[in-house]
């Protein structure tokens, strides 16, 4: 099994800046991580993906060029700097492990193993 602790998230103004961490710990976890979020009365929406090594990663349109996921495998944490944040990003931000170790992921059933979220609320 793969488990996985996000923290970072809180109440911040519009335009400001947070950044999410995921604490990845597992048997054998070594593959492509991901940032799902979830609003009340929506369904859960893609954020951002990266691959294992940090190479490449994906991004959805609504956070492409405010977003930007990293890793430090060092350290078996993912993270996800949120800048210039929007009242419509409020959510709850989790971090997903896919069940493979290699590639990028934009869809939920590809990731076996998700963590207990974090509340992102952003005020205007």
Known sequence: QVQLVESGGGLVQAGGSLR???AASGRTFSGGMGWF???????REFVAAINRIGSSTLYSDSVNGRFTISRDNAKNTVYLQM???KPEDTARYYCAALTTPWGLSRYSDE???WGQGTQVTVSS
Do not use: I, M, T
């Open 20 to 22: 999410l961490s995921c």
């Open 37 to 43: 979020r979830q609003a009340p009365g929506k369904e």
């Open 83 to 85: 800048n210039n944040l």
């Open 111 to 113: 990731y076996g193993y």
